[in-house]
């Protein structure tokens, strides 16, 4: 039997912990990150390691798989130390940090390795994270520095 996709709905600060938390040590290509205005989506798709599964066992296998993370309701999205021309670079996800602005908006910074930061200025917290497809297997499982 295969293992179901994750998928993960975020409403509250807390809830953006959790996905924050599962997406650690994911990659993405800026390629991959799209603000669609108009629609007011601001969306990313990551190749996401998949924690809960080595989490599982000392014997399987390390894993990634592709995911979509989906803000709704963006009034506005700022990058700070990313090129966006340079489509082919690819960003090392760290974790989300949220905080209500002065009018009650909530400010969702997106942090990434080497300083470079991506905040969405949302009305309210809709936050989706959605695996595709199948998982591969990858020989490199990330390690941390302890402190």
Do not use: C
């Amino acid at each position: 039997m295969r293992p179901k996709n994750l998928k993960l709905i975020a409403r509250t600060r807390e809830d953006i912990r959790v996905v924050s938390a599962h997406l650690q040590d994911s990659i993405v290509n800026i390629a991959d990150i799209a603000n669609l205005k108009k629609n007011k989506i601001f969306l990313m798709q990551l190749n996401r390691f998949m924690w809960e599964d080595v989490e599982r066992g000392v014997f399987r296998k390390n894993k990634r798989i592709r995911t979509v993370l989906k803000f709704e309701n963006v009034m506005k999205v700022v990058s700070k130390n990313i090129n966006q021309l340079k489509k082919d670079k690819f960003l090392d996800f760290l974790a989300i940090e949220t905080k209500i602005t002065p009018d009650n908006n909530y400010e969702m910074k997106i942090i990434f390795a080497g300083d470079s930061v991506i905040r969405v200025i949302s009305e309210v917290i809709e936050v989706t994270l959605d695996d595709q497809g199948e998982a591969w297997d990858t020989k490199n499982k990330p390690k941390h520095k302890s402190l």
